[in-house]
């Protein structure tokens, strides 16, 4: 392949606004499955032939263009090594086919997943409703995705390096197939989790998507206690974290975290989408017709953000310093992030908030991230963690 001139080279931003954004400010259109496809094939292909002259080009470019290094954003936290505390969050490279690529965009760390041990095709079509006024969306996917077993040739076929020896931290985000009883919702996350632990920095328990018919109820504190003890018993296995819904109670957000402490998890995050509709309810859903309190699935977004902040806030105050918090729910600019951390996220994840601001969007947070550090005098990220320090404008 010819190498690409610099001249020809056109910024992630510029490209984005003119190719996308005009898609993103309308509910209708391209499907927002669809939309996702698409990007997915080419991320696909890149992340096999990165090391190809001109594809390596592209790829050094855009990491000049979306990373942000300062050793005010790196952080050590359960054994990870973050260069910023900017994830991109499970659901969006379902079968980790960018595993190898997504530090390129800027992020300190990508989650992988949600994979289930049998493959399953989801839930039917349409699945996927882009809300592009509220910058939110709602799906109703069903964990769609190829399998663990799939999951691993991909890695294998990228060539990713194993955990301590790359550059980007990955963690995989684990369901329970479809197909698997209640009952037997712990030999099906094992099964995963031993197929995938090797390529995994850390390995996430999601039992949190309202998706998934019951799988919610495996927040229950005992259930999830045998769950957490199973998967500690699999061979080498990594830092382990569970994912929770919004939608708890007070009571069960304090239950999960009095089970994750006490069995030795390396934290939560908070929050999955949610089945709240958050005064959106009669929001009409253009593309089927119905209001959206009519509709199933998980609701994402910016209309999340004030809840998933107030549930951080509320691990915080119930398990201390001790446990790290990975926030995410309606993040989508510097100072949402910020408020996050101040609240007592320790790492925080994006999605529907990097789809609809584009790729830009990391850099702006992390420069934003590092003015406020300096507006308060923070010497580390580490520190603005829990201290309610108010966004500086």
Known sequence: MDKISPRNFVSSELLYKQLFHPILSRDDGIDAEQLTDIAL????????????PGISYLLTQLSKELQCQDKKLEQTIFGCNFRNPIGLAAGFDKNGIAASIWNNFGFGFAEIGTVTW????????????????EKAALNRMGFNNDGAMTMRKVLEKQNIELPGSRET?????????????????????????EML????????????SPNTPGLRKLQDSKKLRRLIQKLRKSKNCPPLLVKIAPDLEDKEIDEVAEVVFEEGLAGIIAVNTSLNRLGLENRLISNTGKLLG???????????????????????LKVGNELPLIGVGGIDSPQSSWERIAAGASLIQIYTGWIFEGPALVPKILKGLIQQLDLHGFNNISEAIGSEAPWIQ
Do not use: H, M
């Open 41 to 52: 094939k080419s991320l696909k292909n890149i992340s096999l032939y990165r090391r190809w």
């Open 197 to 208: 632990s090797i390529y995994a920095d850390y390995i996430v328990i999601n039992v949190s």
């Open 118 to 133: 049998y493959p399953q095709i989801g839930n039917p079509k349409p699945r996927l409703f882009r809300l592009s006024q």
């Open 169 to 193: 931290i990955i963690g995989i985000n684990l369901g329970k197939s479809k197909i698997t009883p209640l009952d037997q919702a712990e030999e099906d996350y094992a099964l995963s989790l």
């Open 294 to 316: 009519e509709e199933k699935g998980g609701l994402s977004g910016r209309p999340l953000c004030n809840r998933a902040l107030q549930i951080i806030k509320r691990l915080r």
